[in-house]
């Protein structure tokens, strides 16, 4: 999309953004928070009873939306398949027979009153006892009520009639502007293609994209428009590096969707990578060298240059440790020689080459252990002595690619006008177009942020012809869970795969 049409859609978008949003009233609003959040308008603290015990809980412990989603449609849970609360299937279904059998009258305000606050249907009988059993106030009942007849014209932001909107933040200046450009090529391709087999679900994909800016203020700036005036459903593949730090948080309140990156800091429940991040690849290399270069325990050292390394490298360290090293504390690279036998470095690569130097300088020769994401570009400059010293981690290597793999790879190069030279980038943003749309297809036409961050979890072993298998599970974000392992022979530099892709252990 030109930046030309961009700026037409964000001015729409802006323009007739109110008439996208659910107008609710007053009451439907409080209704909506105690529906949510378990929490009444006076602010009271509410109780439910669970179970055939009644035993007592706060209502805040089990809101209607922790089983029956944020959408209310429900989902299976621990063998409870929580029903629809779509109250024209509620209220106009008559004669409707549930799983168990029985049928009902249709629901009405006061019967919907006695099955929250009592757990008994308009018949009579009584409902499972694991549902909670809410103590409401007459006026949190109204609102909870009142709310819950608005509940299913309530769709999330960036689904329409015929359009599912998409958004993403490159940047167009800076040194990160060509990799941007080839972030946005990909994406602009992957979504013309989907479009073009009819989108999904009979909704045309929509791709919004906004320059970050220089720094953090910039960033978080587009990225509210991203969400309030753009009103995206979800996030794909952003460069945004200045916003690692807080875009868990940034994203949580709306509960928004990411795929394709994962913040510096640690995991998030909505954003999902498709490739292995920094720790679990160096976990990688430290196998390698226990299993293959026999380093013992102690021998292995985490060395950083950067402050914005220190908090990953203290995560290696960790990580490590649980793995049954027993590495020195972490230590950062100040232009001088570090002891070990072998060393996990984290940083850019003319650091990486710092590092070389000064140990050359000092007549050492470690092992040097790096991910190819931060250090390639130093490799072709080292020495010959560092030749089968070096060891690199690639989430994926040429071995993984398949004949469709390779042929959808070379498709997009060629209708796009991209550099073979930047594959990785090309392959990163495919695998995360990849998994979104896999997961929107499942997920189907009444799509939720909700329903997709819960496909996406269930994700396993989908083919991308150009890495393993990736997918996802609870409380894993990271599609891939290990490296490939390369030795670097020099000059050449010449590059030798020494340790296929496997998981890393899970650490107990």
């Known amino acids: 999309m030109s930046t030309a049409k961009v700026r037409v859609l964000l001015i729409s978008i802006s323009l007739c953004g109110s008439a996208l949003a659910l107008d609710l009233t007053d009451h439907e609003l409080a209704g909506k928070r105690l529906y949510r959040e378990g929490v009444s308008s006076s602010d009271a603290q509410l109780q439910a009873r669970v179970g055939a015990s009644g035993m007592t809980v706060p209502a805040s412990v089990l809101p209607c939306a922790s089983c029956h989603g944020n959408d209310g449609r429900g989902r ?11 109250w024209q299937r509620l209220a106009f279904g008559q004669g409707a027979r549930e799983a168990n059998g029985r049928s009902y009258p249709a629901y009405t305000d006061s019967s919907i009153a006695r099955a929250i606050q009592h757990g008994v249907d308009p018949a009579g009988n009584r409902l499972d006892p694991a549902m909670p059993r809410f103590e409401l106030t007459l006026a949190d009942q109204r609102n ?24 993403t933040l490159l940047p167009a200046s800076g040194p990160l502007a060509e990799a941007g450009q080839v972030v946005h090529a990909v994406l602009e391709d992957g979504v013309a293609q989907l479009n073009q087999q009819g989108g999904i679900h009979g909704r045309r994909l929509e791709l919004v994209v906004l320059d970050p800016g220089a720094d953090s203020a910039s960033a978080e700036h587009a990225l509210q428009q991203l969400l309030q005036q753009a009103r ?11 916003l690692d730090q807080r875009l868990a948080t940034l994203l949580a ?100 080459a710092e590092l070389a130097a000064a140990l050359q300088a000092a007549g ?84 939720s942020r909700e329903q997709l961050i819960a496909a996406l979890e269930g994700l396993h072993d989908v083919s991308t012809g150009l890495t393993p298998a990736l997918g996802f599970g609870p409380g894993r974000r990271q599609g891939m869970a290990g490296a490939h392992v390369v030795a670097v022979a020099l000059p050449g530099p010449r590059f030798t795969s020494v340790t296929p892709y496997r998981p890393v252990p899970e650490t107990p």
Request: proline fraction near 8%; aromatic fraction near 6%.
């Open 364 to 447: 050492r020769q470690p092992y040097l252990f790096a991910a190819s994401s931060q250090v390639a570009g130093a490799v072709a400059r080292l020495p010959e002595q560092w030749s089968q010293r070096v060891f690199l981690a690639y989430p994926y290597v040429p071995e993984d690619w398949t004949e469709q793999g390779l042929a959808t790879l070379a498709g997009l190069q060629q209708r796009q006008g991209l550099d073979p030279r930047q594959a990785s980038l090309q392959v990163n943003t495919l695998c995360a177009l990849r998994l979104l749309s896999e997961a929107l297809k499942q997920i189907g036409r009444d799509a």
């Open 232 to 242: 995206v459903f979800a996030l794909v593949s952003p460069l945004a590096p200045m």
């Open 144 to 167: 909870l009520t009142a709310y819950l007849k608005r509940l299913a014209e309530e769709r999330d932001p960036g689904v329409e009639e015929g359009v599912l909107r998409l958004g």
């Open 76 to 86: 299976a849970e621990g063998g409870v398949r929580p029903p629809s609360l779509d």
């Open 253 to 352: 309140p709306q509960n928004v969707p990411l795929i394709g990156s994962t913040p510096r800091t640690g995991g998030s429940l909505q954003i999902f990578d498709p490739l292995p991040g920094l720790p679990v690849q160096l976990l990688s290399l430290a196998g390698h060298a226990r299993a293959a270069l026999g380093l013992a325990p102690g021998e292995l050292r985490v060395v950083y240059a950067g402050n914005e390394q220190a908090a990953l490298a203290e995560q290696v360290h960790e990580r490590l440790q649980q793995q049954g090293w027993a590495p020195p504390a972490i230590q950062a690279f100040d232009g001088q020689a570090v002891e070990g036998q072998g060393i996990v470095f984290l940083g850019r690569a003319q650091a990486f």
